[in-house]
C-alpha cells in the first residue's frame, strides 16, 4: 500500500508552493525539471525549488485534504507552519 506526502517547496522568488505526491524526492527533481516529467505550471518559472516541508498519510484523500487545507492557509500562517517544523512541533 502507497503513503502519500503533502510537501511545501520554496521557490526561488521566496513563494511556497504546495503539492501532494508518493514520492517526494522524485516529485522534487520534476519540480527542478530533472526529470522528464511534467511539472506545476507554477514552479516551471521559479526554479530552483527546495523541499522545506511534508507530512505523511495513509490515503490519497488525507493527503489531499490536507494539501486544500494548507493552500487556504495565509503566508504568515505557512510561515508558522514551517517554523514549528523546524523546531520538531508538527510533522516534517
Request: proline share 1%.
Amino acid at each position: 500500500m502507497s503513503q502519500y506526502f503533502v510537501y511545501l517547496l520554496r521557490c526561488a522568488d521566496d513563494t511556497l508552493y504546495c503539492g501532494y505526491t508518493t514520492d517526494v524526492d522524485e516529485r522534487v527533481k520534476t519540480h527542478n525539471g530533472k526529470t522528464k516529467k511534467n511539472c506545476a505550471k507554477y514552479t516551471r518559472g521559479r526554479r530552483p525549488v527546495v523541499l522545506v516541508y511534508q507530512e505523511s498519510f495513509k490515503t490519497r484523500s488525507e493527503a489531499m485534504k490536507r494539501e486544500a487545507e494548507i493552500k487556504k492557509l495565509s503566508r504568515k500562517d505557512k510561515d508558522s507552519l514551517l517554523t514549528g517544523a523546524k523546531s520538531g512541533r508538527t510533522k516534517a
